[in-house]
């Protein structure tokens, strides 16, 4: 997850609004605009700032690489583009029928 959508995310969580974060965090609304939109890349202190602002706390840690997903990772590189752009096709229009399913019930 990008460092944007992890403030985004805290923020959410929490129920804050930018302005509401940026007021807890002691930082201009715009600081918080310019980070979710991607444009400001957080330093690791303003990252664990504003997350601990929203309520949260920054865990970084490593782990043993899942078999399972280097595999899919593996076959997915096999397939030619033309395949993998027919899945994508295939998941698109599962998700866009679902939606449709449910603002129909």
């Not at 609304?29 to 601990?52: F, H, K, Y």
């Not at 899919?72 to 029928?97: G, I, K």
């Amino acid at each position: 997850m990008i460092l944007s959508n992890i403030v985004r995310e805290a923020r959410r969580r929490a129920g804050l609004t930018q302005a509401m974060l940026a007021e807890r965090a002691h930082v201009p609304q715009s600081t918080i605009s310019r980070i979710e939109s991607g444009a400001r890349t957080p330093s690791t202190a303003m990252l664990e700032r504003l997350v601990d602002a929203a309520g949260y706390e920054v865990r970084i840690g490593l782990g043993e690489p899942d078999a399972q997903t280097t595999s899919l990772f593996e076959r997915t590189l096999q397939r030619t583009p033309a395949e993998r752009l027919a899945d994508a096709t295939r998941a698109a229009r599962f998700v866009l029928e679902g939606r449709a399913a449910l603002s129909d019930g």
